[in-house]
């Protein structure tokens, strides 16, 4: 009851007593985007789309897969663990010695040369070894919500501070985020969405609560400040000469009609394909592109018939091989486009190889090979796209 009510203080410190008012307020746009759908489409399935992947949430068959394990990080738990212990460590050093040089009795010139001794070392460490897994910085992430949101309740309850307030519920939603990569958590991939708003709350931490610590002990903040801005600086540096690298690989343009991007050396392969359908196939021509490229649809403005972007292995296990099967059989596209993919990373080696046998059997017998770019795709490590022409 006392936790209840604590809530509910809370809940009024962010502006209002009437909780119902967020509810329906977070129930609008489902409803609203529920009513549009169901105009449009049957109820049952409006009502699927809008749930989206919340209705698979439960699916043992989808948790099991290599690719969400090793995501979440609990496909080694004692190498996630070990390296969040580590992670931790380092933070330990690189903070922990800053803030100490502010509380020990020393000048300013040896407090700010103490404080910045575990980052020039972490600077050298980088210069002499390039190949630092810098994604791992993010590991401790959800130990820093966790403890953040933990004191911020604190302070909201005992001390009735609105801003502890606000920061208890963003730890809230940080820490739901997180749960999906809680072991293996990143800044890349599902990192860039997911992390965000605990890696808001690492700033409100290391840039606010600490340094605010630190005067209200009347100690002097700049070593610890300049400390972790030097951090901070080597941790973007970092991240920005990895997108300069990522993005310096990126020197096929692909193009069609009014679409321009650049692409790796793969963007060949689709742009012969791409003109190819242009050439030989009509406007009305339905295409659907298999396991996953349907960037090779929106770039020919050719339609999928298939009720599915793609075929990976989560599709096959969400919809069910036999209700997938059928769709492609009952739309029977003009032309299937076969991109070569490795889907080692879900446990199978290539579609139609482990999963997905008998929708690639069937496309096996009822269509041809038209036109090959490449490798002959879904045999080995080379790329290669193979457009099939539906048998007359």
């Not at 897969?65 to 995501?71: G, M, P, R, T």
């Not at 001794?117 to 820093?144: D, E, G, T």
């Not at 996953?292 to 091989?321: C, D, T």
Request: with cysteine; proline share 5%.
């Amino acid at each position: 009851m006392h936790l209840f009510n604590s809530l509910a203080r809370i809940a009024k410190e962010l502006g209002t007593s009437y909780p119902i008012t967020y509810v329906c307020t977070m129930a609008l746009p489902i409803l609203v985007a529920f009513f549009l759908l169901s105009n449009e489409i049957p109820g049952e399935i409006a009502l699927e789309g809008v749930l989206g992947g919340w209705l698979y949430a439960g699916n043992a068959s989808l948790s099991s897969l290599k690719f969400y394990q090793s995501s979440m990080g609990i496909i080694d738990m004692q190498f996630s663990l070990y390296t969040i212990a580590l992670c931790m460590l380092g933070y330990t050093f690189v903070f922990g010695v800053p803030i100490i040089s502010c509380f020990v009795g020393f000048n300013r010139f040896t407090a700010y040369s103490i404080a910045m001794i575990p980052v020039l070392l972490l600077y050298l460490f980088v210069f002499c070894r390039s190949s630092l897994p810098i994604s791992l910085f993010a590991r401790p992430l959800p130990i820093f919500v966790l403890v953040l949101g933990l004191w911020s309740l604190y302070m909201a309850v005992k001390r009735k501070s609105k801003k502890s307030a606000f920061i208890f519920v963003l730890s809230i939603f940080g820490f739901a985020l997180l749960t999906k990569m809680l072991l293996n958590v990143r800044i890349y991939h599902y990192g860039f969405v997911l992390a965000m708003p605990a890696f808001m709350l690492a700033g409100v931490l290391f840039f606010d609560l600490i340094p605010r610590m630190l005067r209200d002990r009347n100690r002097q903040v700049g070593p610890y400040i300049a400390a972790t801005s030097a951090a901070l600086v080597l941790i973007v540096g970092l991240h920005l000469n990895i997108t300069k690298n990522m993005y310096s690989r990126k020197i096929m343009p692909v193009s069609s009609e009014r679409d321009f991007f650049y692409s790796g050396l793969r963007g060949h392969f689709v742009n012969e394909v791409v003109k190819w359908i242009d050439e030989y196939t009509t406007k009305d021509a339905t295409v659907f592109v298999l396991p996953e490229g349907v960037m090779i649809n929106y770039l020919s403005r050719r339609i999928n018939p298939v009720p599915v972007v793609n075929l990976m292995p989560p599709e096959l296990m969400m919809f069910g091989q036999g209700r997938l099967l059928n769709a492609v059989m009952s739309e029977s596209p003009d032309y299937v486009v076969v991109v070569h993919k490795d889907t080692s990373e879900y446990g199978f080696d290539f579609f139609g190889k482990g999963y997905g046998n008998e929708i690639y059997d069937w496309i096996q017998v009822n269509y041809k090979p038209a036109k090959l770019v490449g490798s002959p795709p879904l045999r080995n490590d080379r790329f290669g796209i193979m457009v099939l022409r539906k048998v007359d």
